[in-house]
């Protein structure tokens, strides 16, 4: 399980970059970079600077193709996007802002959640180096969630929102996490059942990565009554989207989710849709919890490309409703939208599919 979303592939940079979409996302680019220095500083007045070290490099929009840059835009390409669809359906600049620092302040929760699931120990905060992971990710999360309040405090007092309207704002994110929390205490000690693909991709993809991606959509829902039908269109293209980052970790997470009996869409499609052999391999490795290292490549590669085709077909329609709603994004560049959606460890794998595919 991933559920802090990068994007990661070198290759898909560079290709979108040449279609012109690193120039339009220019503006944004930079309002979100501003957002996270805003935000690093409130943490600078919440918590001791014992416990903080410099803060790395936030590159301004000319220095997006620097290696700072990318680093940066990698990171935080779904925040952008997110701040370029709300400016395209009308959210104004004041709004724009308070989104930009929210969203950042829900990545790092999600981030911190997820290092505890994952036993790792990524951070979005200059903290001080610790040998203790998972202290690490318990002071992250202590953070932002007063970073987060800091954030809508400040945009009471500049009245873009009101007290009402701040609680609401808590409310309806935490609503959110609870319910995809729930799903992920659900799988603590494996699942009994393997569901049909087509099930789990509606029960637990549409949760997992749709409702993930959603999560931006949280203080809108309750600021941009009339922008609401709009809103709602490009939420349900935004989750598709998520779905499709889901289906993607779960290409690249095989292994993990095998040895933790997670359900994975791979998997689903090996027990009910792949050949005699892949099945029987799967039996093996489902009781063992051990999976070598390329199987995935060697043996399941026409199931994984079944799999994948999945994630191509919710990319291709996330940005065509969005084209709907009159946002500029070039539908036929969503299947390198997809090669980048990778964790960590999942370029190469990625690389290997759509070769092999």
């Known amino acids: 399980m991933t559920l802090s979303p990068v994007f990661r592939s070198q290759h898909a940079v560079q290709l979108l970059e040449e279609h012109g979409v690193w120039a339009r996302l220019e503006g944004d680019v930079e309002a979100q970079a501003e957002a996270v220095r805003i935000v690093q500083a409130d943490l600078r007045t919440l918590i001791a600077e014992q416990f903080l070290t410099e803060a790395p490099l936030v590159p301004s929009a000319a220095e997006v193709m620097t290696p700072d840059g990318l680093r940066f835009l990698q990171e935080y390409f779904f925040l952008i ?37 994952d036993d790792q120990a990524k951070t979005l905060l200059p903290f001080a180096p610790n040998t203790g992971a998972r202290f690490m990710s318990i002071l992250q999360l202590m953070s932002f969630e007063r970073l987060l309040r800091r954030v809508l405090e400040r945009g009471r007092v500049k009245e873009i929102l009101n007290r009402a309207e701040c609680d609401a704002i808590q409310r309806e994110l935490l609503d959110r996490m609870a319910l995809i929390g729930r799903l992920e205490g659900s799988e603590e000690g494996g699942v009994k059942e393997i ?75 090996i027990h009910h849709h792949g050949s005699k052999e892949e099945k029987e391999t799967l039996v093996r490795l489902w009781a063992d ?17 079944s799999v994948l085709d999945m994630a191509y077909s919710e990319a291709r329609a996330a940005f065509t409703g969005l084209v709907d709603l009159g946002y500029w994004f070039d539908p036929s560049l969503a299947e390198q939208v997809v090669h980048a959606i990778v964790g960590l460890d999942g370029v190469l794998r990625m690389e290997s599919l759509t070769i092999g595919g």
């Open 81 to 117: 996007l997110f701040r370029s669809i709300f400016a395209s359906v009308g959210v104004p600049e004041a709004r724009l802002k308070l989104y930009a620092e929210l969203n950042f302040c829900i990545k790092g929760t999600i981030t911190a959640a997820d290092n505890i699931f």
């Open 195 to 269: 569901p049909r693909p087509e099930a789990m991709l509606e029960n637990v993809h549409r949760i997992r990565g749709g409702d993930l991606f959603a999560l931006a959509f949280a203080a809108p829902s309750v600021l941009e009554g009339g922008l609401s039908e709009k809103l709602c269109a490009a939420e349900y293209a935004v989750a598709q989207l998520g779905t499709a980052f889901q289906i993607v970790d779960d290409l690249t997470d095989f292994e993990v989710d095998v040895g933790r009996r997670s359900n994975n869409l791979l998997v689903s499609q």
């Open 289 to 305: 919890g051990e999976v070598s290292e390329g199987l995935v490549e060697a043996l399941f590669l026409n199931s994984a490309g």
